[in-house]
């Protein structure tokens, strides 16, 4: 949802960093690689829920 919200405000490097977030976090697992994903997955998470919450405190 806030990919839409940052397509429409012509946002261009927001949304697809977004949208790359998202997929990132929904790519399917592999039993070999648990740990490397979930550590990835954790990173990418937790980075940007970081970089939200930084963007979101300078609009308001």
Known sequence: MRTARYA???QVGQAVL???VALV???PVSPEHM???LA???LVARTWTTLLAISLR???
Do not use: D, E, P
Request: proline share 0%; aromatic share 0%.
């Open 25 to 27: 976090l929904l790519l």
């Open 8 to 10: 429409r405000r012509r």
């Open 40 to 42: 990835v997955n954790g």
């Open 35 to 37: 740990s490397i994903h």
């Open 58 to 60: 300078r609009t308001a």
């Open 18 to 20: 977004n949208g790359a």
